[in-house]
């Protein structure tokens, strides 16, 4: 059975660097392992043994042939992408991997105003052997401005509610947050129901 993990959030939260960390990490363990790179708008990154839809499609190209913007030439990639699932079919079956993890962008609107990532993990679980669950990543220096963190907590939400599949939340770049408090970090880590009620 292969295992596959949507790896989502948004620009700038570390989706790229967390794909990469966990690739290095199961390789070095399983050996059967590849990154599918769906951002189209990543800049000087190449994965290793990845499948990658900057080969199906280039983002470049589509902003100057339809004089579309970063946003609406994303959105573009991503349907010709599902246009062309007979492309990312074969390059599944050529990589033949279990562990899968797929780069997804960073653009809200994919999730919250589109379907196209629901009908992508749709497509997956019903034409692939795939246990397929998303991770979440949110940059940890939401948690010094609460309402941020709310902000991105519901965009967490959302997306959940939208792929409805097995969902995971990450804070990222804890390393960076040494300017807040342990006693505000510590009301993150260790949640108490009597914060709420």
Same mark, same amino acid.
């Given at each position: 059975?292969? *295992? $596959? ?7 700038? %939260?570390?989706?790229?660097? +967390?794909? *990469?960390?966990?690739?290095?990490? *199961? ?10 790179? =769906? ?10 043994? #990845? ?15 339809? #004089?579309? $913007? ?5 959105? /573009? %990639?991503?349907?010709? @992408?599902?246009?062309? *699932? ?15 993890? @797929?780069? =997804?962008?960073?653009? !809200? ?10 009908? /992508?993990?749709? +497509? ?5 052997? !795939? ?8 940059? %940890? ?9 709310? $902000? ?5 939400? %959302?997306?959940?509610?939208? !792929?409805?599949?097995? &969902? ?10 040494? &300017?807040?408090? +342990?006693?505000? =970090?510590?009301? @993150? ?5 009597? =914060? /709420? @009620?």
């Amino acid at each position: 059975m292969k *295992l $596959g993990q949507l790896v989502m959030g948004p620009a700038g %939260c570390g989706k790229s660097t +967390y794909c *990469l960390e966990i690739y290095k990490n *199961l390789i070095s363990i399983k050996n059967s392992v590849t990154i599918i790179n =769906l951002d189209p708008s990543i800049e000087n990154l190449e994965y290793p043994d #990845s499948i990658d839809i900057r080969d199906l499609v280039k983002i470049e190209d589509v902003m100057e042939e339809f #004089s579309l $913007g970063p946003n609406g030439g994303l959105i /573009f %990639c991503m349907e010709y @992408f599902m246009d062309n *699932l007979a492309w990312f079919d074969f390059q599944i079956n050529l990589k033949n991997k279990n562990n899968l993890i @797929f780069d =997804l962008p960073g653009q !809200i609107e994919l999730y919250t105003h589109n379907s196209l990532i629901r009908d /992508f993990s749709n +497509y997956l679980k019903k034409t692939t052997e !795939i246990n397929l669950y998303s991770i979440f990543l949110m940059d %940890c220096q939401f948690i010094g401005d609460l309402g941020k963190f709310f $902000g991105g907590t519901i965009t967490a939400l %959302c997306c959940m509610l939208s !792929i409805e599949i097995p &969902h995971y939340n990450v804070l990222t770049k804890i390393d960076l947050i040494n &300017h807040i408090p +342990y006693s505000v =970090l510590e009301k @993150f880590l260790f949640p108490c129901n009597e =914060l /709420f @009620f």
